[in-house]
């Protein structure tokens, strides 16, 4: 699938797809279905010429409503605000940039964030537009976080971590629980919780495994290693969460806190360690270590 638009400040143009059923015009459908921009900014986006359909040619306030058809634009986030904190880069070579990621970037574009995402800054300081990533780590957490400078290797890349070839080592804050015997092996099923994007551990067969190891104590707090065997969504957090030990300042376990909106004051205690994998292109083993230290406080 080709783009009519291009890449424009290290960001992809979206698409949409146009599902079944009928409007009036193809203006009626967008007035519903984007209707937290209102009429008034969805008119002047498509008087722009902003919008183009699968042809690339620009939309305009009659154009008819046609079923399986795509639109494409440029995603907008107004009053972004940004994140005061900078990533380090560990290592570059042909195929891998490897990061060290700072809490609170997030990933990838996606909700309030545009600009303010580590692909796309990536992007426009080091000129790499086919940049993209090869897995990814909550906005929340820092660490060690891979990229594909070579689109034609980042499958060859991603297939260690759906093989579990990957080896991934994390450190997290949390506090001490006297009668928990460590180190242990943690497993159990995750499932999708019902507050929104949370993941809670349900009866049946496990699929997810860490193992949870005491580095230090200092006082009331816990400097824990954690080595997850599995990648469920925000595996780490939940399973700690399940133990009585949540990581230091997590805002969604064990309860969904309500949102702080901008404040970097007290980020996430959970820190992306190491990586380190056999690179299936050279064959010789890779291990990249975080440069960052976690903080009571």
């Known amino acids: 699938m080709t783009s009519p638009l291009p890449r424009r400040d290290g960001i992809a143009p979206s698409y949409l797809w146009l599902p079944a059923g009928q409007w009036p015009s193809l203006y009626a459908f967008l007035v519903q279905r984007f209707a937290h921009l209102g009429e008034d900014v969805l008119r002047q986006r498509i008087e722009r010429g902003e919008l183009l ?10 154009t008819p409503y046609r079923q399986g058809g795509r639109i494409w634009y ?4 107004p009053a972004e605000t940004p994140v005061p904190f900078q990533a380090d880069i560990l290592h570059r070579d042909a195929q891998l940039l490897v990061v060290d990621k700072p809490h609170f ?8 964030h545009l600009h303010e995402t580590l692909l796309v800054r990536l992007r426009k300081e080091l000129d790499l ?3 993209t990533p090869i897995h990814r780590l909550d906005r929340e957490t820092a660490g060690v976080v891979l990229f594909c400078l070579d689109p034609a290797s980042r499958g060859v890349y991603q297939r260690l971590f759906e093989q579990r070839a990957v080896e991934k080592e994390y450190e997290a804050l949390a506090p001490i629980r006297a009668d928990l015997q460590l180190p242990l092996v943690h497993r159990s099923r995750l499932e999708e919780g019902r507050e929104f994007f949370t993941m809670c551990e349900v009866p049946g067969e496990p699929n997810s495994e860490t193992r949870i190891e005491l580095i230090a104590q200092h006082g009331e707090f816990g400097h824990y290693r954690l080595q997850p065997h599995t990648g ?6 939940a399973h700690m969460a399940a133990l009585g030990i949540p990581i230091l300042h997590d805002p969604w376990y064990p309860v969904k806190l309500p949102d702080k ?12 360690r190491s990586i380190a994998f056999r690179d299936p292109l050279t064959g010789e083993p890779r291990r990249f270590e975080s440069r960052r230290a976690l903080l009571l406080g």
């Open 105 to 112: 970037l997030a990933m990838i574009p996606a909700g309030r």
């Open 232 to 237: 469920k969504k925000h595996q780490l957090r």
């Open 74 to 77: 440029y995603r907008e986030v």
């Open 261 to 272: 909106g901008e404040d970097f004051s007290r980020p996430l205690q959970l820190l992306a």
């Open 53 to 62: 359909d699968e042809h690339g040619q620009p939309i305009s306030l009659s």
């Open 129 to 131: 537009p086919e940049l």
